[in-house]
Every structure is written in structure tokens, then in C-alpha cells.
Antibody, heavy 120, light 107 residues
Framework: EVQLVQSGAEVKRPGESLRISCKGS????????ITWVRQMPGKGLEWIGR????????YYRPSFEGHATISVDKSISTAYLQWNSLKASDTAMYYC?????????????WGQGTMVTVSS | SELTQDPAVSVALGQTVRITCQGD??????ATWYQQKPGQAPILVLY???DRPSGIPDRFSGSSSGNTASLTITGAQAEDEADYYC???????????FGGGTKLTVL
């Protein structure tokens, strides 16, 4: 079964660091880009950025560049989204997704989501 | 958002509804459509010109004209009540953008 499995919910304080993960299985992990998507409470979907697991090349939405970092460890088929200094405004559900269907922005496989809560 | 959707649309059970998505990048790239129900991850329902992943009912179809893409549900069912999002590449082609989403209510 093709799937992405994400790490569990996190509760952090402002200024803390965090890394969440997304592990792929059931397909060739390096063949398809991994995308991260944010969904703030009660709001819509926002594309954060993507990584090519074969060469770790990344591309970000401008508002996320410099604040969050996407990385990958292809040896364990896992992608990461990390922050060095969280803000309360980072509170959101974060999804990873991948386009196995073959169109690079048609995400047919999604992780279950990781809820990140940042609160003092 | 570079893609614009109506915030809310309603449809009577069994009737046909069209959800639209507007943006300049749609002149160059197809829209992709997702369904999201409360507490769940999004599900891909339509991609490319008018392709449906396996398991998506054929009452879901797509079309495009100029800068507007449409998702049509022919014979809406109660289980179709959800939020629907479009996405595509942005105008540079290098990034991805999502529309703001449309909340579909089936009456």
C-alpha cells in the first residue's frame, strides 16, 4: 500500500525548535517530490514548499522561506519540516503529500497530518 | 491567493452544481481539485484535463475555459458535502498555489 505516515501531534512554546516527519512506503520514494501543506485552524490549504528526494533540491513559498526548512533522508524514505524558532502563528495542521499520479501538483497521496500547537 | 474560489455554494440533493476556480495561471496549467471533509486530509478528486483517481465517482467532472476551471458534480449526494479546493502551478510555474476553498452544502 502506498502511504505517507507523519509524526504525532506536538505542543511547543514560542521560540522553541521543532522537526516533524513524513515517511513514505509502498513506492519508490526518490521518484516523486514531497510537498508540505499548512492548514491553519478553520482556514484553507497553503503550499509551503517541496523537495526532490533524489537530490534534496527544495522550493518554497516566499513567506515560508527562511522560517521553515524542508529536508529529506532518502536512506529511510523520510522527509522533514523543521523550524528553529516557532511562533504562535505556526499553530496549524501540517500535511505532507506526493503526486504518485504523475502530475507534479496533483497530490493523490497525503499523510494523516501533524497538528502543531505553539502556545506560551 | 492567486486562485480565487467562491467561499460557499449550495445544491439540492440530486441536482448539479458547479464550483469554479479563477486565476491567470489557469491559462497555462490545468487545475487540480481536492475534497476535504472535517477532520480529514484532503482527497484528490480530479486532475489534468479531466482525470479521476480510482475510486472517485464519475459524477465528478472538470472543464476549463480561459482563466477559469470548473468542477461539476452531476447528481450531488449527501456525502459530497465538503470543502473543495483547487490548485495549480503559480504564474511563474515554479510554485504551487491553492484556491481559498469552497464550502459545498447539500440541501
Amino acid at each position: 500500500e502506498v502511504q505517507l505516515v507523519q509524526s504525532g501531534a506536538e505542543v511547543k512554546r514560542p521560540g522553541e525548535s521543532l522537526r516533524i516527519s513524513c515517511k513514505g512506503s509502498g513506492y519508490t520514494f526518490t521518484a516523486y517530490w514531497i510537498t508540505w501543506v499548512r492548514q491553519m485552524p478553520g482556514k484553507g490549504l497553503e503550499w509551503i514548499g517541496r523537495i526532490d528526494p533524489s537530490d534534496s533540491y527544495t522550493y518554497y513559498r516566499p513567506s515560508f522561506e527562511g522560517h521553515a526548512t524542508i529536508s529529506v533522508d532518502k536512506s529511510i524514505s523520510t522527509a522533514y519540516l523543521q523550524w528553529n524558532s516557532l511562533k504562535a502563528s505556526d499553530t496549524a495542521m501540517y500535511y505532507c503529500a506526493t503526486p504518485i499520479v504523475g502530475v507534479r501538483y496533483a497530490f493523490d497521496i497525503w499523510g494523516q497530518g501533524t497538528m502543531v500547537t505553539v502556545s506560551s | 491567493s492567486e486562485l480565487t474560489q467562491d467561499p460557499a455554494v449550495s445544491v439540492a440533493l440530486g441536482q448539479t452544481v458547479r464550483i469554479t476556480c479563477q486565476g491567470d495561471s489557469l491559462r497555462s496549467y490545468y487545475a487540480t481539485w481536492y475534497q476535504q471533509k472535517p477532520g480529514q486530509a484532503p482527497i484528490l478528486v480530479l486532475y489534468a484535463k479531466n482525470d479521476r483517481p480510482s475510486g472517485i465517482p464519475d459524477r465528478f467532472s472538470g472543464s476549463s475555459s480561459g482563466n477559469t476551471a470548473s468542477l461539476t458534480i452531476t447528481g450531488a449526494q449527501a456525502e459530497d458535502e465538503a470543502d473543495y479546493y483547487c490548485n495549480s502551478r503559480d504564474s511563474t510555474g515554479n510554485r504551487v498555489v491553492f484556491g481559498g476553498g469552497t464550502k459545498l452544502t447539500v440541501l
